[in-house]
T-cell receptor
Framework: RKEVEQDPGPFNVPEGATVAFNCTYSNSASQSFFWYRQDCRKEPKLLMSVYSSGNEDGRFTAQLNRASQYISLLIRDSKLSDSATYLCVVIRGNTGKLIFGQGTTLQVKP | GAGVSQSPSNKVTEKGKDVELRCDPISGHTALYWYRQSLGQGLEFLIYFQGNSAPDKSGLPSDRFSAERTGGSVSTLTIQRTQQEDSAVYLC?????????????FGPGTRLTVL
């Protein structure tokens, strides 16, 4: 079993839709949590960090449930430019070493 | 300002040859990381440097892989006697320090193809 698991999708949604991605992690020593975005044939870029209290950045909301070892990302009012692969990432302990999920592919259609 | 740069952007080599991949981190970043992204495997950690030291080499897949960093800046990842399964995109990232709270910025990667 992979340490970080995501539904690979693809998720195909119309513009304006709300879409949610889920991620689970297996190591309870995981300490820091992130969502990265990766466009086709490009490098990953940090989308947002994820905090236990939940955090929001514009149309994006991230949630962390430590008890269930579960992370989510909600995208409201999807735009065509949101089409990308979304990577769930954890850091185990204070290592700085990113552990990636397989990624969830989102395709927003007009 | 300048981001993380990597060279070459693409490398095609024959099985059995050695290759050297280079990473130039963001100026002033003390932590440097190497990752690999291959089809079916996703992104996997290889090695990281704090300054010129590599405290964690646990991700290197075999003893054919080695990396060094000099002057707290440029790093090279060397793969000896390349095999077809080494084909992947090799990504380098740097952060200000080796702390979870410091964002890692990725370079564009080197796409390695072993024939």
């Amino acid at each position: 079993r992979k340490e970080v698991e995501q539904d690979p999708g693809p998720f195909n949604v119309p513009e304006g839709a709300t879409v949610a991605f889920n991620c689970t992690y297996s190591n309870s020593a995981s300490q820091s949590f992130f969502w990265y975005r990766q466009d086709c044939r490009k490098e990953p870029k940090l989308l947002m960090s994820v905090y236990s209290s939940g955090n929001e950045d514009g149309r994006f909301t991230a949630q962390l449930n430590r008890a269930s070892q579960y992370i989510s990302l909600l995208i409201r009012d999807s735009k065509l430019s949101d089409s990308a692969t979304y990577l769930c990432v954890v850091i185990r302990g204070n290592t700085g070493k990113l552990i990636f999920g397989q990624g969830t592919t989102l395709q927003v259609k007009p | 300002g300048a981001g993380v740069s990597q060279s070459p952007s693409n490398k095609v080599t024959e099985k059995g040859k050695d290759v050297e991949l280079r990473c130039d981190p963001i100026s002033g970043h003390t932590a440097l990381y190497w990752y690999r992204q291959s089809l079916g495997q996703g992104l996997e950690f290889l090695i990281y440097f704090q300054g010129n030291s590599a405290p964690d080499k646990s991700g290197l897949p075999s003893d054919r892989f080695s990396a060094e960093r000099t002057g707290g800046s440029v790093s090279t990842l060397t793969i000896q006697r390349t095999q077809q399964e080494d084909s992947a995109v090799y990504l380098c990232a740097s952060s200000l320090r080796q702390l979870d709270t410091d964002t890692q910025y990725f370079g564009p990667g080197t796409r390695l193809t072993v024939l």
